[in-house]
């Protein structure tokens, strides 16, 4: 498994020389790899640092920029990492007065947190920062090129990508341009709608895509994503995904060649629903790609948990951050790997990628537990059943939860007005209330009436299945408790103030983003190119096959 890896990741990595004849006055410093990191809802790398609690992605971020930087030789930069702060926090591009005063409304934790407003401002900040560092590599190549470029220096305008690349274009002053995103959350949102624009405003032919007049070759190498959420414009809801933040599409194209995304199998809120990249039937539009279901919250698999928040252990968060630097590393992102960090920068990988060897045996442990080889939505279900049954087990054992332990330390509980009790509260009531409902033979769902014993305003029905109790009941290993008490927090309990009104034992709802209109041309357009290419290929397979036999027949005519 090893010598594949390293054979993969060398291939990637020195796969960036495109079908195309070489010319005398270029070098590998013409390939520019530029990848772009939205971060996650309320994640803000410059904020979040004082409570150090920075998300996968800005750590990620950094990483990538610390490459970039070592990398730089005599003032030629290929690397480019492009950071977006998180919706929810201040934004770290530039603005004007009218621009910032909008900021300061949409970026509002509320309106941010609540409803993802800000979106598109980071999505054209992202491509405008991408096009720049294609417009810094040009110059600075005209420049080792001894083209003059004192126009771009001296004048008070600023020029575009696009009125450089008019300029230079006949220098081909770039041989390829490699993409990768990175996202978390509504970032990982952002991060398939900021791909699908930016890969439609490119051009295809049969030896791939193209960017710009020049018709450079690009190739989206990467998406990193972690737990999608998509409730932009819809007042983080739940509701049926139909809809998409200003009809931007979240669907990943195929063309992307790797796409690795993680999912936190634990997450039940009903504000953050989750976008598969697989479809309803399993199917996945590209076979490489990777969905992966990790136990754990939202930010419990994205980051973003201060340490010590809730009295929990955040280094689990480095499990699927590592593993997901792998995959980009190996894919030929360029950025630092696990042991590269720990050689070179020993106090930052310490401070954030260090993963405790503690971590990691108990994390096998449940993996180990949670095994489903079904669908993401039958792994999903696989990880709640080891969520109860350690929540079961340490209620048997009278061990305090993560959720009680929120609620003993809230000196304020009883003035909160709404919101759900912790789950073995939940499940003390349930287990008097069955005994007056009728048996279930069908394997149907018990149906109870709940009325909070914090406020009354808190009443609901609540849908409980078979599967749910048993796993309560079935008990759990001391890794699996240990795991559960002091490494995974609870997403639910204050958030939105406690306002969202649903039990623990109601699971998240898991769907597939819908395709825009514009999505579904250019994916009837890519199935007409891949078959008049495939005909293109057979009919120069044929020739060669026909000019290998000529030459067979009139070698055996010379012979004779």
């Known amino acids: 498994m090893f010598k594949k890896t390293v054979i993969k990741r060398t291939v990637e990595t020195n796969s960036d020389v495109p079908n195309t004849s070489p010319v005398a006055k270029q070098d590998c410093s013409d390939v520019v790899h530029i990848s772009v990191f939205f971060d996650g809802t309320g994640n803000n790398k410059d904020a979040d640092e004082e409570l150090k609690k920075w998300s996968n992605p800005a750590r ?11 990398s730089e030789s005599n003032g030629i930069r290929t690397n480019y990492s492009i950071y977006v702060s998180g919706v929810g926090t201040r934004f770290n591009g530039q603005l004007n007065i009218f621009q910032r005063a909008l900021a300061m409304i949409q970026d509002h934790s509320g309106l ?9 401002r980071r999505l054209d900040y992202g491509e405008d920062q991408l096009n720049d560092a294609l417009k810094q590599v040009m110059i600075m190549n005209a420049k080792k090129a001894e083209i003059d470029t004192s126009k771009y220096a001296s004048e008070k305008k600023v020029y575009s990508f696009a009125e450089v690349e008019k300029s230079l274009s006949q220098h081909r002053l770039i041989k390829k341009i490699n993409i990768s995103t990175f996202g978390f959350s ?75 995304h993680h999912i936190a199998g634990n997450e039940q809120r009903f504000a953050f629903p989750v976008d598969l990249i697989h479809k309803e039937n399993g199917e996945i539009a590209n076979p490489n790609w990777k969905e992966i279901v990790y136990p754990g919250m939202h930010s419990d698999v994205g980051g973003g948990y201060a340490p010590g928040s809730q009295n929990v252990n955040d280094n689990y968060a480095r499990i699927p951050l590592k593993d ?41 442990a449940v993996k180990a537990e949670m095994q489903s080889s079904g669908k993401i939505q039958d792994q999903i279900i696989a990880t709640m059943k080891v969520y109860y049954a350690a929540y079961g087990a340490l209620a048997e054992k009278k061990i305090i939860s993560v959720s009680q332990q929120a609620r003993n330390d809230n000196k304020i509980r009883e ?75 609870d997403s639910k309990y204050g958030f939105i103030s406690n306002a969202e009104p649903f039990s623990y034992f109601r699971q998240r709802t898991v769907y597939e983003s819908r395709r825009s209109g514009k999505g579904e041309e250019v994916d ?11 005909v293109g290929s057979q009919e120069v397979k044929q020739e060669q096959l026909f000019d290998q036999y000529q030459q067979v027949q009139q070698g055996l005519k010379a012979a004779s």
């Open 324 to 364: 997901m630097l792998e995959e980009a590393v190996n894919a030929g992102v360029r950025m630092f790997d696990y042991n590269q960090l720990k050689e070179k920068y020993g106090a930052l990988f310490v401070e954030q990628f260090e993963i405790q060897d503690k971590t990691l045996h108990l994390y096998n």
């Open 112 to 120: 941010g947190l609540g409803v993802g407003s800000g979106g598109t």
């Open 60 to 70: 990620l971020w950094k990483t990538a920029d610390q490459y970039a930087q070592e």
């Open 186 to 260: 509504r970032g990982a949102a952002l991060a398939r709608a900021f791909t699908n624009q930016f890969m439609w405003q490119c051009e295809s032919d049969c030896n791939g895509l193209t960017y710009g007049t020049g018709k450079y070759p690009i190739e989206f190498k990467f998406m990193g994503i972690f737990d999608t959420v998509a409730s932009f414009g819809l007042p983080a809801t739940n509701l049926n995904n139909n809809l998409t933040f200003e009809g931007r599409d979240m669907v990943i194209d195929q063309r992307v060649k790797m796409c690795v």
């Open 524 to 534: 009837k357009k890519v199935a007409e190119d891949k078959a008049v290419c495939s």
């Open 415 to 489: 003035y909160i007005p709404i919101g759900p009790s912790d789950m073995a509260t939940e499940i003390s009531r349930l287990e008097k209330l069955q005994k007056l409902t009728a048996p279930n033979t069908t394997g149907g769902i018990n149906i109870f009436r709940l009325l909070s014993p914090v406020s009354k305003a808190y009443e609901f029905y609540l849908g409980i299945d078979d599967w749910e109790f048993a796993s309560w009941r079935k008990g759990a290993s001391p890794e699996i408790m240990d795991f559960y008490q002091n490494y995974i927090h």
